[in-house]
């Protein structure tokens, strides 16, 4: 009964999605075809995102360690679990910013229209793709955009999921563009939507975001993108280890405090 449960709130969740996509179609294809309307654009991304999470019962909680400047450039870099991740970087990110994604978001009906202009798709087989998608990414980043993208390269299969070996792009873009760059630790979205190979669905629940302290490139070289990923993931991954640990005393002192009764 709980798996049929998932699975309806699971395409209660996806029909929301639609329903404010196309609510919002309109705005989104007008500002999406010029990049000077690219911030009003996430301005109305960020409401698409929104929306749909809170009608189904999905709220989040972030932790900041230190406010973003809304007028910075970054390079945020989160780990990526669920599909949820995509719209919960959109609640995080602040002023104009765009992603960097696989090359089959070009196919999905809502996604398909960011994947064509602000957003970059990438074929994650091709070196010359990436080579062309980092490129892009460097652009947009010194005309004042902040990049969003997921050092694992992509969701693995891995159930319960464990933060994989982070790829060096987003590191050596950082360092050649000198832009601080932002972990992010999503701890447990995989929990609210999972897909474990073998069942599918969501539920309400709330989602805990951490956002770290940005780190600084300014003075770092290319050579020193092996010590910022090292840095980035141990960030992350003492982040989610913290939590879990967490997760696991507050279920212990539940159930001793259900035997106690």
Not at 117 to 130: C, F, G, W
Not at 142 to 148: A, E, T
């Amino acid at each position: 009964m709980a798996t049929i449960l998932r699975k309806l709130h699971l395409y209660y969740y996806f029909a929301l999605t639609a329903l404010v996509f196309y609510l919002f179609y309109p705005f989104f294809y007008y500002t999406s075809r010029n990049p000077e309307r690219y911030k009003t654009l996430n301005f109305f991304r960020k409401i698409n995102a929104a929306l749909p999470l809170l009608l189904s019962g999905i709220f989040w909680r972030i932790k900041t360690e230190q406010p973003l400047n809304k007028d910075a450039v970054y390079v945020i870099c989160p780990n990526h679990t669920s599909f949820l991740d995509i719209p919960i970087l959109l609640l995080i990110g602040r002023g104009n910013h765009h992603f960097i994604g696989k090359d089959e978001l070009k196919t999905n009906p809502v996604l398909r229209i960011f994947f064509e202009t602000i957003d970059i798709a990438v074929k994650r087989e091709s070196k010359l793709s990436s080579y062309r998608a980092f490129k892009k990414a460097a652009a947009n980043i010194s005309r004042g955009m902040s990049l969003i993208i997921f050092p694992e390269g992509g969701i693995l299969d891995h159930f319960p999921p464990k933060l994989h070996r982070f790829k060096n792009g987003a590191f050596r873009l950082a360092i050649e563009q000198q832009t601080p760059i932002v972990p992010v630790t999503i701890a447990n979205a995989w929990q609210i939507f999972f897909d474990d190979g073998k069942q599918f669905g969501s539920r309400p629940g709330v989602i805990d975001i951490f956002v770290h302290q940005p780190i600084e490139t300014v003075g770092l070289t290319v050579e020193d993108d092996e010590i910022l990923k090292h840095k980035v993931h141990q960030v992350i991954n003492s982040k989610l280890s913290e939590y879990e640990d967490r997760q696991k005393r507050s279920r212990k002192d539940s159930a001793l405090s259900t035997a106690r009764r």
